[in-house]
Structures are given as C-alpha cells and as structure tokens.
C-alpha cells in the first residue's frame, strides 16, 4: 500500500461503485445548492427595480 500514494487508495474508494453513486449525488446537489443560491442572489439584486 506504501508503495501506491494516497492519491491512487483514495482514487480507488472512490471509484468503487456504492461510494462514486454517492459522490455523484453529492456533487449534484452541491451544484444544484450553489446554482440556487446564485440565481437567488441574482434575483435579490433585480427586484429592486422592479
């Protein structure tokens, strides 16, 4: 194991498929979350002149 890095163990946990369905759903709804808060944002600034 000292031999493959940090990098490649935790590239292999990762990959594994239980885990990478949950880091893909994971970044989904981090995505989703910041988009939100953005158009949120976005919208906060508009209204005003309307």
Known sequence: MRDHGIGHIVGTVLDSPENATAVNELKER???AGFKAGYNQC???VNPFF
């Open 30 to 32: 981090a995505w989703e």
């Open 43 to 45: 919208i906060a600034h």
